[in-house]
């Protein structure tokens, strides 16, 4: 499923989901189509410009599922700043707020198994403020690991304790303490 509601393509989209949303209801940041997790919607876009261009920075952790495994050395790597592509064909220093090896995913987020895991890999958990275009995927496969799942489990104060599909909906005043935002 894709992070919007319409769309030229046959791709699943939010609308698909079983729930009414109210008109005029977008996403705050979104998820690539290889990406899945945390993805918060709002109608009210203050909230979305507190949130994109206020000075208050937001964390973002992943749950990151990577090829092969991933040395002491290679996670120094990306702590101290990796340099990446970004958008418009310019190399950026991605550092990520931590990045730290995880034993067992399931702990973070229960649907984090995957078939995949009776090959090599490592599990990661990467936290940043900023979000560039497919930066965690652009960090790994800088520090030569492929990245084979990626799962957003919050957002500041707000944590994924859904099953996938699941909407959940809070008031605006406990949203606005969660993330840290007056309006």
């Known amino acids: 499923m894709v992070s919007q509601f319409i769309s030229p393509d046959k791709v699943g989209l939010l609308g698909d989901l079983h729930f009414q949303f109210p008109e005029g209801t977008h996403a705050i940041g979104r998820l690539d189509n290889n990406s899945e997790g945390l993805l918060i919607l709002t109608t009210n876009k203050l909230i979305t410009k507190h949130i994109f261009n206020g000075t208050q920075k937001h964390t973002r952790s992943y749950l990151v599922m990577v090829q092969n495994v991933v040395t002491s050395e290679t996670l120094q790597k990306i702590r101290s700043g990796i340099m990446i592509r970004i958008k418009g064909g310019g190399n950026y220093l991605a550092k990520p707020e931590s990045i730290q090896i995880v034993d067992h995913p399931k702990l973070l987020y229960v649907h984090a198994t995957d ?3 009776q090959f090599p890999h490592t599990w ?12 965690v995927r652009k960090m790994v496969l800088a520090a030569k690991h492929r990245c084979l799942r990626l799962i957003r489990i919050s957002i500041d104060d707000i944590t994924l304790d859904m099953s996938p599909g699941e909407v959940t909906e809070l008031e605006e005043s406990q949203f606005c303490r969660m993330m840290k935002i007056c309006l």
């Not at 990661?124 to 930066?135: C, H, S, V, Y």
């Open 115 to 117: 078939p995949r895991e």
């Open 124 to 135: 990661l958990l990467i936290t940043l403020t900023e979000g560039k275009f497919r930066q």
